[in-house]
Antibody, heavy 120, light 109 residues
Framework: QVQLVESGGGLVKPGGSLRISCAAS????????MSWIRQAPGKGLEWVSY????????NYADSVRGRFTISRDNAKNSLYLQMNSLRAEDTAVYYC?????????????WGQGTLVTVSS | QSALTQPASVSGSPGQSITISCTGT?????????VSWYQHHPGKAPKLMIY???NRPSGVSNRFSGSKSGNTASLTISGLQAEDEADYYC?????????FGGGTKLTVL
């Protein structure tokens, strides 16, 4: 079955960096757009970034643009999010989600999430 | 890009119907038929319930339906069941980025 498993979350100090990963299985990973979405404690969902099938185009929410970089390795069926200059407000559960074959109008399915905590 | 506006909470009794609204602008909800809805039970992965305003993915109960009028989209759940109690989020693709609503907590009384 289609499965997305995030990993790499943890505790990092403000200003620090972290890379989280998402391992995909059960579908042809290279055929789909992929996205990261986050949920801060007690808050709602916030779209973070998406990447096209080949990785040639990416887009970001204003809150993370210039600090976060999304990437993918189709040979490894993996999605990544490199997070730099982390702030306390980046503390959240980060979800990996599959988009569509030719766009990112919706997300299905989602992974279980990985928690990133930014604190001194 | 501002978040879409949803009511913080709604409630209903088993068997009843409820509707959750999602209000945006002509730049998001009103401008594209790309509204999706997600059910989120805390601690679990969010689940797609409706895509492209009114389409139901395979496996989602036909008790869930979506619609849109102008800048406001709606999710209706009929025949409420205890397992429907969850947080619900709308999302709109704006042609460039995506924006979520603030979420609505559904309580089944």
């Amino acid at each position: 079955q289609v499965q997305l498993v995030e990993s790499g979350g943890g505790l990092v100090k403000p200003g620090g960096s972290l890379r989280i990963s998402c391992a995909a299985s059960g579908f042809t990973f290279s055929d789909y757009y992929m996205s990261w979405i986050r949920q801060a404690p007690g808050k709602g969902l916030e779209w973070v970034s998406y990447i096209t099938t080949s990785g040639s185009y990416t887009n970001y929410a204003d809150s993370v643009r210039g600090r976060f970089t999304i990437s993918r390795d189709n040979a490894k069926n993996s999605l990544y999010l490199q997070m730099n200059s982390l702030r306390a407000e980046d503390t959240a559960v980060y979800y990996c989600a599959r988009g569509m074959r030719a766009g990112c109008n919706w997300f299905d399915p989602w992974g279980q999430g990985t928690l990133v905590t930014v604190s001194s | 890009q501002s978040a879409l506006t949803q009511p913080a909470s709604v409630s209903g009794s088993p068997g009843q119907s409820i509707t959750i609204s999602c209000t945006g602008t002509s730049s998001d909800v009103g401008g594209y038929n790309y509204v999706s809805w997600y059910q989120h039970h805390p601690g679990k992965a969010p689940k797609l319930m409706i895509y492209d305003v009114s389409n139901r993915p395979s496996g989602v109960s036909n008790r869930f339906s979506g619609s849109k009028s102008g800048n406001t989209a709606s999710l209706t759940i009929s025949g409420l069941q205890a397992e429907d109690e969850a947080d619900y989020y709308c999302c709109s693709f704006t042609g460039i980025i995506l924006v979520f609503g603030g979420g609505t907590k559904l309580t089944v009384l």
